[in-house]
């Protein structure tokens, strides 16, 4: 569990999706560099029947990957600069799955124990950060259970007990890749009730992985700067009209405000709870009544408090035919991370809306914390 070495055998492509759905089962995953292997399996989905299985197939004793943001809420690492940093957690020989559950979700009350817990960061290039990397691909909890094994020995149980087998490069290299093979694969017209003339169109990985839409308002055409809203998925927000974020008012008020303008798009991206998931926003919601911010809820999670990536939403405006956008939004992160990926923002529109009584104080941290336009 320790430094990469060189990819040894050649995996299929696409094993990364479907390790994906095997964490988010609950079942084994073999990760592997060549050099270093481990059978994985996601902390929040475990049972003792599944830890005994990989206990049992390997003979070694487990340890949990997390991010040292977890590690620091644990109170098992002092707090410093955690972003991007992983850790190995090793827990007393006898712990059950209760235990190792627990240890990941800060919504679960913790059985006092007085065991100790040892803690080693890890590289960045280690087999633990790609644990990590693939429970955040599978919008998990960033806590994976992890048995070490020789890759070799590793690699004849993953074929005996057709167990996947997924690469450390390929993991770490999965969302760059994935974002460039996007393409077109459906498209209509969707009138709007304040937007008749609008167009849906979506986008796929060749993966087959999550879609991301563009929503066409008019008929924009490049070169010239497209009027553009990236807009991150919200469940509750966009669909529910929950009180608790802007999300809704923002949606909506930019579709009227592009389509009032005379046209542009709505890129809708699958990236909800800042790139959480919905199951964790649910979990950091949770987090928030207890009395942390949307911030500090996200560090408990063992999540950085931004977990996106815009090289999707650049790869489609692109294909669309735009490389210069008059962006809508408050949050100079995004103008920051879409520059990155070769868009020019040519100016940055506001795009505030009213507060209400459930979300002043997440707005007021947006600004504070999060260097939010207000
Ligand atoms: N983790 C987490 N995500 C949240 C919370 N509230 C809203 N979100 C998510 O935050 C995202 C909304 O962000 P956006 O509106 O796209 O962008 P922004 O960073 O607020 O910046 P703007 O462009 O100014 O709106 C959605 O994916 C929401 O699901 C929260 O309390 N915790
Ligand atoms: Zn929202």
């Known amino acids: 569990m320790a430094k990469t070495g060189q990819e040894q ?89 209760v235990f190792l559950r627990e240890l990941a979700d800060p919504t679960v009350v913790r059985e006092v124990s007085a065991a100790p817990i040892g803690v080693t960061q890890t590289e960045p290039d280690s087999l633990t950060a790609g644990a990590i990397e693939l429970a955040k691909l599978a919008r998990l909890l960033p806590a994976i259970v992890c048995f070490p094994i020789p890759p070799r020995e590793g690699a004849l149980i993953a074929r005996r007990e057709g167990i996947i087998e997924v690469g450390l490069t390929q993991v770490f290299d999965h969302r760059t890749v994935l974002a460039k093979t996007l393409r077109r694969v459906a498209e209509a017209s969707v009138p709007l009730v304040d937007a008749e003339d609008t167009r849906v169109i979506a986008f796929r990985p060749d993966d087959g992985g999550t879609d991301h839409l563009a929503i066409m308002i008019g008929e924009p055409k490049g070169p010239a700067p497209v009027l553009a809203r990236i807009h991150s998925e919200c469940f509750t927000g966009d669909l529910l009209g929950s009180l608790r974020c802007d999300c809704g008012d923002q949606l909506r008020g930019a579709i009227r405000a592009i389509s009032e303008a005379g046209g542009g798009v709505v890129i809708y991206l699958a990236q909800e709870g800042r790139g959480i998931g919905l199951v964790n926003k649910l979990r950091a919601y949770k987090l928030q009544d207890t009395g942390f911010d949307t911030v500090d809820a996200n560090l408990q999670l063992g999540f950085e408090s931004d977990e996106r990536v815009y090289q999707p939403a650049a790869e489609i405006l692109r294909q669309l035919g735009f490389d210069k956008v008059r962006l809508m939004t408050n949050n100079p992160e995004k103008v920051k991370a879409l520059a990155q990926h070769d868009i020019e923002i040519v100016e940055r529109v506001p795009h505030v809306f009213a507060s209400n009584d459930h979300n002043r104080g997440y707005l007021e941290t947006k600004a504070k914390r999060s260097g939010h336009l207000f």
């Open 9 to 97: 055998r050649v995996l299929p492509p696409h094993e990364v999706n479907r390790a994906v759905a095997d964490l988010r089962r609950g079942d084994v995953v073999l990760l592997s560099d060549g050099s270093h292997a481990a059978l994985i399996q996601a902390a929040e989905a475990i049972d003792d029947e599944g830890l005994a299985r990989a206990a049992a197939l390997t003979r070694a004793r487990p340890v949990l990957a997390t991010t040292l943001r977890r590690a620091i809420t644990l109170d098992l690492a002092p707090d410093q600069d955690s972003a991007g940093r992983t850790v190995e957690l090793l827990p007393p020989a006898d712990a059950s799955a």
